[in-house]
């Protein structure tokens, strides 16, 4: 990864948002980055106001043309990421400085430019500067995207084996599994793959890794990296056992992180670059 500056950011949202409903927390993150960070703002059009896919896409395609924004970082989530990723322009994305930055479901947004621009996406989400841990991760924002502090970027341990090292594809298991069949799906030899998840129980945890089986992801694969289930660790907190027995016939590393999902201290995994762990 190459270093960069952070004077301007772009905030975007290429999934759900609804601006009656997260207007607030948009104009929170704006005072933060701006008066907290002394970071210069620029927000999307397409936040403020009902817009079809082009229009998002477009402002998508526009950030990543404007040679003053060093991070794009989308605050949204939901369902409907995937809506835009044939009218992004992906010549502009590779040929751009800027770095995308969202989570969940713009795992399908990250994947897809690691596939068509081989560009890598920062997995974390912005909210988090004004959720629960708020202090915590201001500090830890200023350590990663200003001071440019990528030593320890998140707390892991072995479930299986004792090293790991490719270059990292994935991100929230369901939304991934949206780019399965089609032209985005990344290549998966001699990857790692970053699973997470914030809705599902057992049962539907393990028929999304039965999807990844019956595709033939795991087949060639370096090893995996597991985030927090939210869901299924509140119903039942110790989930390794269960991951292990899944993946009994395979011989790859495996490890487990609390500081990767959807909780409010979750931490950075950039997708689309090599880890070495």
Request: proline share 1%; glycine share 6%.
């Amino acid at each position: 990864m190459k270093n960069i500056t952070l004077n301007c950011i772009g905030l975007i949202g290429c999934s759900s948002f609804d601006v009656e409903k997260n207007g607030e927390d948009l104009a929170k993150i704006k005072n933060i980055l701006q008066y907290n960070l002394n970071i210069k703002v620029k927000i999307a059009d397409s936040l403020f106001s009902i817009r079809n896919n082009k229009d998002k896409a477009n402002d998508l395609n526009l950030f990543f043309k404007d040679r003053e924004i060093d991070i794009i970082f989308d605050i949204s989530g939901g369902d409907a990421a995937n809506n835009i990723l044939e009218y992004i322009d992906y010549t502009i994305v590779k040929n751009s400085k800027a770095i995308y930055a969202g989570y969940s479901d713009n795992t399908v947004i990250i994947n897809t430019l690691y596939k068509k621009s081989n560009k890598y996406s920062y997995y974390y989400n912005i909210n988090n500067l004004i959720r629960s841990d708020s202090l915590n991760q201001i500090e830890y924002f200023k350590k990663i995207f200003i001071d440019r502090n990528f030593t320890e970027l998140f707390n892991y341990k072995f479930l299986k084996g004792n090293k790991l090292n490719g270059i990292v594809i994935g991100g929230n298991i369901r939304c991934f599994l949206k780019l399965a069949g089609t032209r985005y799906f990344p290549n998966f030899k001699n990857k790692i793959l970053f699973l997470e998840s914030y809705s599902g129980n057992e049962d539907r945890i393990i028929s999304y890794l039965y999807q990844l089986k019956h595709i033939g992801v795991f087949k060639g694969i370096n090893g995996i990296i597991l985030g927090t289930f939210t869901e299924l660790e509140i119903q039942n907190k110790d989930i390794e056992d269960m991951f292990l027995d899944f993946f009994k016939e395979y011989k790859f590393p495996i490890i487990k992180s609390n500081e990767l999902g959807h909780n409010s201290n979750a931490k950075l995994i950039v997708i689309g670059s090599k880890i070495n762990l």
